[in-house]
């Protein structure tokens, strides 16, 4: 059947986390810490991340070939995300992530039915080293999402302590920012997932430069994409060196960490998303 011009099984993912979404905004107050109610939402994330990972896989392996792009790219980095999200909100008090992160997947589910993404060499794919490197970049990029995303909430969590933010009282935003957890518990949140993270980007970013023959099958090009990633490397070492030395926190360590997951994002997207919207090259 088709929904749209598109097959219903492209669409399930995103109504399988619209419904999530739904849930989540109306199910009353008493609910919310309920351990029946916190099972179903965690076994209906699972369904609903089986359901995306069927769709991205079946997106990215077609008939023609693999088949990978900028809207494969973001729908991976949001399922990887929400991923972890869930196996890590079993051990930590993360569950204020769970709205922001299947938002996020519910966006990038939706992408590969709008655009197709391009043909890979099937030597690529088959080289062992491009798959290694393919499958950290992957878990790097969405680990950092989570960090960024938790870093916008922090910034949220921030501002509304120091009323810069109008919020009215006793409504659903107001009790969502009351459940928080404190500051300081989110800001070491925070930092864990990107000791986590930049040490799997750190793996992805010098693989690249060291065997980008294999890899790619052509010598090392400083193109926009490679300089983005050492741009937004480069930002993540000084970030946690600076945690180090002199312990950086609040709003400047989450300005320094959503501008080198911008940077990050307008190299392992930005660059597929120009050449193959803007430009219209394969």
Known sequence: MDILGHPAFELLPCALYLLLLLFLSFRSKEDEGSTGSVGLIQAFILVALIAHGVQLHNSVFTDKGFVFGFAQDLSLIAWVGLAFYWFQSWFLPISSLRWLAILFALVCS????????????????????FKGHFIVATIAVGLLSLAAM????MSVQDRALHRQLAIIPNSRVAHWLEDLPPLMTMESLLFNLLYVGFALLSLTVFSGLLFSQTLFGKPLLFDHKTIFAL?????????LL????VGLRGRAAIRWVLSAYSALLLAYVGSRF?????????
Do not use: N
Not at 111 to 127: E, H, K, M, N, Q
Not at 274 to 282: H, N
């Open 110 to 129: 939706l992408l590969p039915s709008l655009f197709p993404g391009t043909l890979i060499s099937p030597r690529a794919v088959s080289d062992p080293w």
């Open 150 to 153: 938790h870093a916008m909430l």
């Open 231 to 239: 741009v937004s490397w480069f930002l993540f070492a000084g970030l």
């Open 242 to 245: 600076a945690r180090w030395r």
């Open 274 to 282: 120009v050449v193959e919207v803007i430009l219209q090259r394969a």
